[in-house]
Structure formats: C-alpha cells, structure tokens
C-alpha cells in the first residue's frame, strides 16, 4: 500500500496534514497498520459516547503534534525497535527500580549513579514516581499534581531531559510510572471539579449520594482496608467521589472519552521526552462495572489496546507494562486476547510468581512453585513477564487464593500462616517482615519488608551466627536465583544486590508514619554499595554477609546474561522429582535449574519420562568448566545452574 495515498477518510488525512512533511511516510505506513486497532477498540468503548468525534479528532491532532515533536534520538530509536521488537527479552537485559530520592538524592544525583548501574548490568531503570505530587502526604508521588512536570524535590524538567538522554547513551532505558487509574486531588482537573466546573466534574465518578456508592461497594475489594476503608470519599461542595486508594487520589472516568484522550497525549508528551517505557498503574481499575468488583474489565483491555496503538503509530520504540496485581488467570489478559493478542502490553508484573517464590519458601516445598510456572503460558512474540522478587509495594497474598486452596497438581497451604511466617511470628521463623493492611493475625492482605529482612538476614546478622548467617544467604540467593532463571525480563529492587535490611526510620516521619510499605524503602547504602563492589572485582572471599551476597548475585548476573537460554522468551518447560521440595525447570533445549525449597538435604530424583540425561552437565554458576553428572543430591535451599554439554563436541 502506498502511505502517502490519501484515501477518503478525514482522520487520516487530519493525521498526514498535520505532519512535517519528512515524517510523513514513515508515520502513515505506522497509520495504516495501527489505526484500525486503535479506532475499533475506541469504538467498542465509546461508541455512544457524547463527546466522541469532538475528542477523535483531538486525539488525532495531539498525535501527529507529537509526532512531529519527536526528537532524531528518538526516531533512530522507534526504528530499530520496530525492527527487533523482541530487543527487551534479551539475556542481557537486567532491570533495577529504585525511588530517585532513596537512590540519588535528585534526578542529577540518580545521572551521577549510571556507571554503577551499567556495571551492574542495568539495561532498564524504572524511576518511581518522579512528576510533581500533591501537596503532603501523595503515597510515594502516586497521587500526580501535574503529569507534565518533574517533582521541584527532585528536579527540573532539564534535569529529567538530560537523564533520559544519559542514561540512552548508557543503553539503559527509562521507565517511568504513568499513573492511569486516578489524579491527585489538587490535580488541576480535580481543583476545576471542586469549583463546580461540570466539564471537569466528569473527568471523575462524582455520586450525588451514597445510593450509588453503597451498591458498588457491595461487590468492590479494598486495597487498603486498614488505612483507607471503602472506596469512595466525600468531598464537601462535590459529592462522593470514588477513591479506590487513598481519598486524596480521585480515581478517573474513563467511560469519558476526554480521559482517554488526556492521558493518551500525556503519554505521547512524556515519551518525547526521552522515556522508554510506562509502568501503568493500577491498569486493573480503570474500568467500573455495578455488580462486579470493577477489575479486569473487557472495556480496561480496550483502553489498554487504544493507547498501545497510539504508541504503536506515534512512538513504537516504547514499551507498555501492565501493573495489574491479580489472580493469574486474570494476568495473561494483559498482553491482549483474541484478535489482540500480542497488542495490549509489552510486559506485565507476574505477581503470582513472585507471591508464591515467597510462599514456597515459607511452606518449604516446591509443588506451588511448579504449578505457578506450568501456569505460566509461552507468549506472543514481543511480549514478556517482569520477573520479580521486591519491589517498594508489598507482597500481596490475594493473587494466591486460588493456589492457597489446593488442588489435583498441589496441595492447599494458608496464606494467614505464610503472612505470619513473614512477620517472625511463627515458629522456626527468623524472618523480619510486617503484615501490611491486616486486621488481625488470621486475617491476610500483604506483607511489607526487604528480602534481607523477609530471608533471616537482618536476624541472623544481630544474632551473629554463622550457620544462620550462611542459611538465610542460601535463601536470598535461591530465590534471586529462581527469579533471574523465570522467563521475562528480570528486575532487582534497589538495595538488594547488597542485601540491605529494613528501615525502620520511616516511623520517625508524620508522612510516612502510618504507610507500613515504607519499612523496605530504605535509602541506598553507597558505603556498603561501594565496598561490595570493590569485593566482587577483587574477587576475595570477605567474610560480610553482604559482599558475599553481592559477590554471588553479581556472578549469577553475569551468567545470565552471557546463557541464550535465559532469555526471556526462551521455552520453559516444569520438570518433577520425587521429593516435593525439588524444581527442575528447563530453559531452552539445554539449561536446567534445580532448586531445594526446603531447609533439608533432598534426592534429585527426576520423575517420569523426563528423560534427563546422567552426565554432561556444566555447572554455570561454579568456577570449574569441567562437566559433571546431575547431582543426586541437593543441600539445603541449594541451586542449580546446569547447562547440558554436547558430548561429542565435548571430547572432540
Ligand atoms: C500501585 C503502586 C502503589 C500505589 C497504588 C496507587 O499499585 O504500586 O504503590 O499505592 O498503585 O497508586
């Protein structure tokens, strides 16, 4: 097809008048692949909408604008990604994320840091929120004040530009929140609203009353029961607004076009600026249904799908992740379904992985590990999960339910004895975590805590104990094992490659005081950070708990990233073993991981007709390149990075 035809179809032609005459080509070949997505998802949601066509044509000139705007960097860049759109999976790709004030200090402090993250390895730095927050309290800079500005605490907008295109020349991309689901109550629109403007008003669910609100609640969950009962909060003058987090965030309509519209070119304005990929929150909740719990749904998709087009013609170089925090059955919807698949996210958070990593260690057995990765389907090309351990929310047990009740592949296990695992409330149980947002010992929400903490680590180092020094250094290093050997792309949580414990300062700070998730936002330790690194080069054994960690971790890095089978759309098949407390995953054709979930020394005893065979295996995480047999035996909480020799060319 010709792009620069000029069919009978006035969006198109609004789209093509309106760009510079050089971009033309390349942006309407982008048109004609992408836009019949974008228009029928839009359709499907705002069809009867009133404002409709007034906002299409909107959106089409705030599109082309953008296009127009978009820097050389940065077409070089959406180029070679349309090229190679599986470029985010390789096996070299490792991200970090990391608060700018916990980390830097500032934007400029977060540029000065680049060469330690390039010789960690980081090839994707997702920044938390960095755009300027409400006034006081903004649950960590998630409730935005204006989406087109940087934090004044943190920077400036030249600050930000000069970052973006540091870290490119790094060949590390940014990501950066873009938060969907609500605004900050003193976001412009919201203070417009308050002042009786009904444009604005509608930017938002305003309820005259609680009918309305009374029969939502009757089916909607909480997200923070304990700190933010319900789900709506009335502000005096308005209405009820609905407030799915804290009442200060006012959740958006995005049954008005407007919205989509709004957040569709801020998107577009912040990608311009040099950012490569949108972490989008809470994706789940966009969408309200009466009589359901207002997640996942079909209409979110549709959103979802309409902004992954509008990249996918403004700037394709740019990467969409899910952050919807649900049941796994719900999760793979986010890469598209049907006709869309393989259209909506490029990556999603694999929350349930993650849970049940840390359930399986509490429960010392691997049989939910395996059914949490048999659950784990392959995916459209130039899609990937976000594999992770931590991040700066908690651990949320809700996602596993379903799991906790058992089922013909595992048997049940209760998440209130998990969560009080974590919390060092049970026996046998060195871990320093806190329940976040329970009621009470039985009831179960989520735990808050750093992986030292959750592991022993920051236990055992007060105790001064070797064997309980050296047991939870195990656990820390399978469960990061674990996590780098899952297909995705694999993120650490700052502070973990040094194995930092928990802050508990944050109680000293009316703001934080009372958000529990603040325990394991603690600020980076550059002492400790510098000297790990000094050890790791120097390759000398230390005996500190974090220079081995950090030692170990680093090598485990290094591995991954030179083993093809580790990246993150290479095949993964589960393996079973006798002993329960064994995983066996295959990676590609010739890479095993073994794991020992349990505190115990256990038989590797492959089952079935898995047909492994005895001998040839090279050990990729020892120093040794000799080959070996498959270890008949796993110490405790021991892992295994084994990759299959070709014999024949072995002893040619
Ligand atoms: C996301 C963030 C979390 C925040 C919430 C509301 O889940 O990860 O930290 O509280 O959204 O914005």
């Known amino acids: 097809m010709n792009a620069l035809r000029m069919p009978d179809d006035p969006l198109r032609r609004h789209f093509a008048d309106t760009l510079p005459a050089a ?34 044509h909107a959106l089409v000139a705030g599109m082309a604008a953008c296009a127009g705007e ?28 990391t608060y700018v004030d916990r980390f830097g200090g500032s ?27 409400r006034e006081g309290d903004s649950d960590g800079g998630f409730a935005v004040r204006d989406y087109d500005r940087v934090d004044p605490a943190l920077g400036d907008d030249a600050d930000l530009d000069a970052l973006t295109a540091r870290l490119r020349d790094a060949g590390i991309s940014l990501c950066a929140d ?46 923070f029961p304990i700190t933010a009962p319900g789900n709506f909060t009335e502000v005096p003058g308005l209405g009820h607004v609905w407030t799915t987090f804290y009442p200060y965030q006012w959740d958006l309509n995005w049954s008005n076009p407007n919205v989509f519209v709004e957040m569709a070119l801020t998107l577009l304005r912040l990608a311009n600026r040099g950012i490569e990929a949108f972490r989008l929150d ?77 359930a399986a260690l509490a429960e010392r057995r691997a049989d939910p590990l395996r059914a949490a990765f048999a659950r784990t389907p392959a995916l459209p090309v130039g899609c990937g999960w976000l594999a992770y351990l931590r991040c700066h929310d908690d651990i949320g047990w809700n996602v596993l339910r379903e799991e906790a009740a058992g089922n013909a592949t595992h ?7 998990i969560a009080r695992f974590y919390a060092g409330a049970e026996a046998g149980s060195d871990a320093r975590g806190r329940a976040f947002q329970s009621a009470s010992d039985a009831a179960v929400h989520g735990t808050n805590g750093m992986t030292a903490a959750l592991c022993g680590l920051d236990a055992a180092r007060e105790g001064d104990n070797d064997d309980a020094l050296a047991a939870a250094e195990a656990r820390f290093l399978l469960l990061h094992g674990l996590m780098l050997a899952a297909p995705g792309l694999p993120t650490l949580y700052m502070g973990d490659e040094i194995a930092l414990g928990n802050d508990d300062t944050y109680a000293d700070d009316p703001l934080r005081a009372g958000e529990g998730r603040w325990l394991h936002r603690p600020a980076m330790d550059w002492a400790t950070a510098d000297a ?17 960690i950090g030692t170990a971790l680093r090598h485990m890095l290094a591995v991954r990233a030179a083993e093809p089978a580790f990246r993150g759309d290479a095949s993964m098949r589960v393996l079973g073993f006798d002993d329960p407390a064994v995983l066996g995953l295959l990676r590609g054709d010739d890479v095993l991981v073994l794991a020992n979930l349990s505190p115990r020394d256990v038989a590797v005893v492959p089952q079935g007709n898995h ?7 090279c050990d990729l995480l020892a120093d040794d390149t000799t080959t070996h047999t498959l270890p008949a035996t796993l110490a405790p909480h021991a892992l295994r990075w084994l990759r299959r020799i070709d014999m024949n060319t072995a002893r040619a």
């Not at 934007?107 to 927050?133: D, I, K, N, T, W």
């Not at 690194?533 to 000398?540: L, V």
């Open 70 to 97: 978009r820097s050389d960097a940065l077409h070089v860049l959406d180029d070679a990604r349309e090229r190679d759109p599986r470029w985010f999976l390789a096996a070299d790709m490792l991200g970090y994320s």
């Open 282 to 358: 809470s994706t789940a909740y966009l969408w309200k249904r009466l009589g359901t719990d207002s997640m996942n749904q079909s209409e979110a998709h549709a959103l979802i799908q309409a902004l992954r087009a509008v990249v996918d013609i403004v700037a394709p170089g740019v990467l969409l992740k899910a952050e919807a925090i649900v049941p796994a059955p719900a999760l793979v919807p986010y890469f598209g379904s049907g006709d869309a698949a393989g259209h909506e996210c490029h990556l999603a958070y694999h929350s349930t992985l993650m849970a049940t990593l840390w």
């Open 178 to 223: 873009l938060v969907l689901n609500h605004t900050a109550d003193d976001h412009r629109w919201a203070l417009a609203a308050r002042a009786g403007d009904a444009h604005h008003r509608d930017y938002y669910h305003v309820f005259p009353d609680r009918t309305l609100p009374d029969a939502h609640e009757r089916t909607l969950g909480q997200v």
């Open 411 to 417: 048997a049940g296990f209760d998440l209130a004895r």
């Open 23 to 56: 971009l033309r080509e390349r942006a309407l070949a982008r048109w004609d692949t992408h836009a019949p997505r974008l228009f029928a998802a839009l359709r499907r949601t705002y069809a009867d909408a009133p404002a409709f066509d007034r906002a299409l």
């Open 611 to 617: 047909a492994l065979p005895l001998d040839g295996w």
């Open 107 to 133: 934007l400029r402090g977060v540029a000065e840091r680049v060469p330690y993250l390039q010789r960690l390895g980081v090839r994707y730095l997702h920044l938390l929120p960095f755009l300027c927050p």
């Open 532 to 548: 790990v690194e000094r050890a790791s080069i120097d390759g000398i054994a230390t005996d500190d708990s974090a220079d081995r």
